[in-house]
């Protein structure tokens, strides 16, 4: 069984920095291309960034592009989501996913697109 648990979230000032984490664990964890999502109240959840099981490969929503910054670990168990330039907008819960692919897998960007979610952790940035 495969588990995804975020961590990082927390509060920062507008300007400011924050970096979440997203474990993955379970048989063939390393194998799992990862997507981060957010949902702020009252909206749908949308796409952030995403990464290629093997981290060569990412894409950004463009909202946080020149922003944010996804990276895995070498075991690329765990994936981070650098964030900087917080502003109000990304005031949000945000979800870590993990879908099992193979090495060829584009990186995909639909939350459908994905099996293993975590709880989510908030990141709330005020002004």
């Known amino acids: 069984q495969v588990h995804v648990v975020e961590s990082g979230g927390g509060l920062a000032q507008a300007g400011g920095s924050l970096r979440l984490s997203c474990a993955v664990s379970?048989?063939?964890?390393?194998?799992?291309?990862i997507g981060w999502f957010r949902q702020a109240p009252g909206k749908e959840r949308e796409f952030v960034a995403a990464i290629s099981r093997s981290g060569g490969a990412t894409n950004y929503a463009s909202v946080v592009k020149g922003r944010f910054t996804i990276s895995r670990d070498k075991e690329r168990v765990i994936v981070y989501l650098q964030m900087n330039n917080l502003n109000s907008e990304d005031t949000a819960v945000y979800y870590c996913?993990?879908?099992?692919?193979?090495?060829?897998?584009?990186?995909?960007?639909?939350?459908?697109?994905?099996?293993?979610w975590g709880q989510g952790t908030q990141v709330t940035v005020s002004s």
């Open positions: 996913a993990a879908r099992s692919t193979i090495l060829t897998d584009p990186v995909r960007t639909r939350a459908d697109e994905y099996t293993h």
């Open positions: 379970g048989p063939s964890a390393s194998r799992y291309s």
